[in-house]
């Protein structure tokens, strides 16, 4: 499969050259702003982004291909004497990791919009009348952003995808071509530095055992200096997965990324978005807050998300 896919893929880039894009469907913003690290050349990596967007993920065989296999290794795949050549896709020592990217859109109880476009593209082009219509699609923007990002500036990514989704009840395109997939590889753009993993559930984010052990070679052969943790949702799978991962690779170098975490849409209910929102813009410091309350107030994050209302008035009162 990979070698066909390289073959069509130069076949495809000497048909279709070279076609400008600038990345910036339905965004009020730009493109990298939730990034949660400078990024060098971000002009020239959003152009490339871009033109790959515009011009190969838009040819047929490529989207026949994309929905059919990753084009991403599997962590379980790989020998464990191939660990350590990927330390040098580090950023600066981090590992990132991405747990069950774009869920919202993906598994949830809308059918599936009636587009040939990418169905994330598509959330985030949709009008956004509420405040919470905005949150959700400046979450999903974000990630997508990352992913997209991260990847072509060959940075070392593990995303961990939703175990046995395409069986799942939940999924939206169950029955119909693996956009899922498709999306996953719009997104890691056939990286060398990208890795996925899945997790041993659809709706948790914990790792199977063999996996798990897998996971924690390959982090100790690596040897980041820092892990950072995103996707959704925060309190829910991101969770499940900063348990697993803190336990083997220890808590202190474990921490979950503010920019690129996604809260469900039931527990958004519960937060005070002019709280999180700032003129139409995630407001990652408040996010951030949230984030460090698993110190501050103990209990988990998903606790805290659903009890929001209580700790905001008891903040205003102190």
């Not at 919470?132 to 923007?141: C, T």
């Not at 997508?144 to 990002?149: A, G, K, Q, T, V």
Request: hydrophobic fraction near 35%.
């Amino acid at each position: 499969m990979r070698i066909f896919y390289a073959i069509g893929l130069l076949v495809m880039c000497a048909a279709l050259g070279a076609c400008a894009g600038d990345f910036q469907s339905g965004r009020p913003g730009s493109a990298g702003d939730y990034y949660p690290r400078k990024v060098e050349s971000l002009e020239e990596t959003l152009k490339a982004i871009g033109e790959r967007n515009n011009s190969i993920e838009k040819h047929p065989d490529w989207i026949s291909l994309a929905g059919n296999d990753f084009m991403l290794k599997s962590l379980d795949d790989l020998a464990e004497s191939e660990y350590g050549k990927y330390a040098e896709y580090l950023d600066d020592g981090v590992l990132y990791v991405v747990v069950h990217p774009a869920y919202s859109v993906f598994f949830n109880d809308r059918p599936p919009p009636m587009t040939a476009e990418n169905p994330v593209d598509a959330f985030l082009n949709e009008a956004a009348f509420t405040k919470h219509k905005r949150f959700l699609q400046e979450q999903e923007r974000s990630v997508r952003d990352f992913l997209e990002i991260t990847s072509t500036r060959k940075r070392l990514v593990l995303v961990v995808l939703p175990g046995g989704y395409r069986e799942y009840n939940g999924y939206v395109y169950k029955d119909l071509n693996d956009e899922y997939a498709r999306y996953i590889n719009s997104v890691t753009n056939s990286s060398e530095s990208a890795l996925y993993l899945y997790s041993k559930k659809p709706n948790r984010g914990y790792v199977g055992e063999e996996s798990k052990k897998r996971l924690s070679g390959f982090i100790e052969a690596v040897g980041p200096r820092i892990i950072l943790i995103g996707g959704g949702y925060l309190g829910r799978c991101v969770e499940d997965f900063y348990k697993d991962i803190s336990a083997s690779a220890g808590k202190d170098k474990v921490t979950i990324a503010a920019e690129i975490t996604s809260i469900s849409a039931e527990d958004i209910r519960n937060l005070a978005l002019d709280d999180f929102l700032k003129d139409g813009r995630l407001n990652v410091a408040m996010l951030k807050e949230v984030i460090s309350s698993r110190d501050m107030k103990g209990g988990s994050l998903g606790d805290f998300l659903r009890n929001y209302r209580n700790y905001r008035v008891q903040k205003k009162g102190d």
